[in-house]
């Protein structure tokens, strides 16, 4: 079976968040179940720079008002292809935002062309190569099944995954005609949107099965609380909705090979670990003693639970514990975050930034992560975590409830728990955990047995990728 994913991210050529990961590591993974993946991305600076040897295998004179090309190449695994478009791609910043922070004044025709040029491949115009299936991921890729619907391009199934409903490429209506989209295509069962153009919107209609990246995150868009508006939509394509977990690269995220960690360890070397969180207590400048190390690597945002973290930074310590931060994101929790470091030198430490091999280290030394997101489509930190002895705390909901058996009395008792949970999310609610997990550290034998459940866990992409490939069958056999 032949498929063109879509997707703005692809890790390890850029990568902003989760949707990199999954975006980069399932198509590989899929190969065990005969999926051949072609990967459709923007040709971004950063992308540009590493690919080597490309072949042009598409010319766009005209791909919504600027001429592009699409390049063919292999890296790390990956069959890639490439949206050559300067005019679009080609500028300092991120992939969605500038260099001071601000979106692109034109990312709907940015993720418009990208949508536009990946229906073109649906229909066949890459030579020697159509696809049997197309799946898009979030709304940057989700005008792909709307121009595929329009557009003189042979029936062919897509599915849309949804790694975040936060985010949901909303435009105002006076773009519509930049799209060049039918008239007919500016309606409720298409991208219409109370007014507006919504593109996320647009694929969830035009989709013939949604996915979303856990479970339970299935289940709570459909709630007002969760859907972000579009729980109306979603439930009305409940018959199409599939919560798939998402999974790791096993390969790069081991412990016993990690090249970034200073000491490999496995299940029954845990002592191994001591060596990584003397190092993690250098690079942060903490205390050399024995007191459990909690750590945070995240976008510090409202929706990760930041601000619960500054709030409760000062409680960590006094109930004995330390504390490293790593990541970045809103200015206000940045400087909470800095200003409980300077309050507690030695006892809490923040890196502002993203470091990717720092992030490898923290999860083979601290001994406990703190992930307490208000929602978490899936989560991949945990997963981490798991992976690593470092112990998941974490709120319960979306894929951290999915990922992770609470350290409850039954659970403990069957030890098959590997983490902890907890709710409401609220300083309350994380100080109680924190508490629990204080209990469980000072029992060494029980705070292995947590480390060992967890690293047991099985966190790979076989079983995802096999359901990812069951859904496909089923979608091609039915010729939708």
């Known amino acids: ?82 949206l050559d478009a300067p005019a679009y791609y080609d500028r300092p910043g991120g992939p969605y935002v500038d260099p001071l922070g601000k979106d692109y004044p034109d990312n709907w025709r940015r993720f418009a062309a990208l949508s536009l040029a990946a229906s073109e491949i649906a229909a066949g115009l890459l030579p020697g190569w159509r696809p049997d299936l197309v799946h898009t991921h979030d709304w940057q890729a989700a005008l792909t099944s709307v121009y595929m619907r329009y557009y003189p391009t042979p029936e062919l199934p897509s599915v849309l995954t949804i790694h975040n409903i936060a985010f949901q490429g909303q435009f105002g209506p006076e773009i519509f005609p930049g799209l060049r989209l039918p008239a007919h295509a500016f309606a409720t069962d298409s991208i219409e949107y109370y007014g507006t153009i919504g593109y996320l919107k647009g694929g969830l209609q035009t989709a013939h099965a949604i996915t979303t990246v856990s479970p339970t995150y299935a289940d709570e868009i459909l709630t007002p609380e969760f859907g972000m508006g579009l729980e109306g939509v979603i439930a009305s394509h409940i018959d199409n909705l599939h919560g798939i977990v998402n999974g790791i690269d096993t390969d790069i995220w081991n412990p016993a090979t990690d090249p970034v960690v200073h000491t490999h360890y496995g299940p029954t070397t845990l002592k191994n670990r001591e060596e990584n969180r003397r190092s993690i207590a250098e690079f942060f400048h903490l205390d050399n003693d024995d007191a459990p190390i909690f750590c945070v690597i995240s976008r510090l945002t409202w929706q990760k639970g ?31 975050l800095l200003a409980s470091a300077s309050r507690h030198p030695g006892r809490i430490g923040v890196s502002i930034g993203y470091n990717e091999p720092m992030s490898h280290l923290m999860q083979a030394g601290c001994d406990a992560i703190i992930i307490p997101s208000r929602f978490e489509p899936c989560g991949l930190t945990q997963l981490y975590g798991l992976r690593y002895g470092c112990v998941p705390i974490v709120a319960r909901t979306g894929g951290l409830n999915d ?68 859904l496909y069958s089923s979608l091609v056999s039915k010729g939708m």
């Open 403 to 470: 990922t992770v058996i609470d350290a409850n009395h039954a659970a403990l008792a069957a030890k098959v728990a590997t983490g902890i949970q907890f709710s409401p999310v609220t300083e309350a609610g994380m100080l109680q955990a924190i508490r629990r997990a204080m209990h469980f550290y000072a029992d060494r034998k029980l705070w292995t047995q947590l480390q060992k459940q967890g690293m047991k866990s099985d966190v790979s992409w076989e079983k995802s990728a096999e359901r990812y490939a069951a």
């Open 306 to 336: 930041m601000d619960i973290v500054a709030n409760v930074a000062d409680e960590i310590v006094a109930m004995g514990g330390k504390l490293v931060v790593l990541g970045s994101g809103e200015a206000a929790l940045e400087g909470a």
């Open 1 to 82: 079976m032949k498929v063109l994913s879509v997707s703005s991210e692809v890790f390890p050529l850029i990568k902003t968040g989760g949707l990199a990961d999954v975006s980069g590591a399932l198509p590989i993974a899929l190969k065990a179940f005969g999926v051949e993946t072609k990967t459709l991305l923007p040709g971004y600076p950063a992308v540009m720079k590493v690919i080597r040897d490309p072949i042009v295998r598409l010319e766009f004179p005209d791909l919504l008002g600027e001429p592009a090309a699409v390049l063919e190449v292999q890296h790390e695994g990956l069959d890639l292809l490439v």
